[in-house]
């Protein structure tokens, strides 16, 4: 019989600026956090990277992140 994997659990928390984001509980490496436009859960990977963001990450994710490109451009064209 194949062994079967470890349950990963994970916790959420709420920085001091307000950003909720989850971890691993055993390794205590953020995860996931939540978009700040759609608002929904995202793993960390479906963020752009950003020097200065929460995790070196962006704020909002990738999809909303296209969305915004293509109405500007189409508003600014």
Same mark, same amino acid.
């Given at each position: 019989?194949? @062994?079967?994997?470890? %349950?990963?659990?994970?916790? $959420? *928390?709420?920085?001091?600026?307000?950003? #909720?984001?989850?971890? &691993?509980?055993?390794?205590? *490496?953020? $995860?996931? %956090? @939540? +978009?700040?436009? +759609?608002? *929904?859960?995202? #793993?960390?990977?479906? #963020?752009?990277?950003?020097?200065?963001? #929460?995790?070196?990450?962006?704020?909002? +994710? %990738?999809? +909303?992140?296209? %969305?915004? &490109?293509?109405?500007?451009?189409?508003?600014?064209?």
């Amino acid at each position: 019989m194949a @062994q079967r994997l470890p %349950k990963r659990t994970y916790a $959420v *928390e709420i920085n001091q600026a307000g950003i #909720f984001y989850g971890y &691993d509980q055993k390794t205590y *490496e953020i $995860v996931a %956090k @939540q +978009c700040n436009r +759609c608002n *929904e859960w995202r #793993f960390l990977n479906q #963020f752009n990277n950003a020097g200065k963001g #929460f995790a070196g990450k962006h704020s909002a +994710c %990738k999809k +909303c992140h296209r %969305k915004r &490109d293509r109405w500007g451009r189409l508003l600014w064209a």
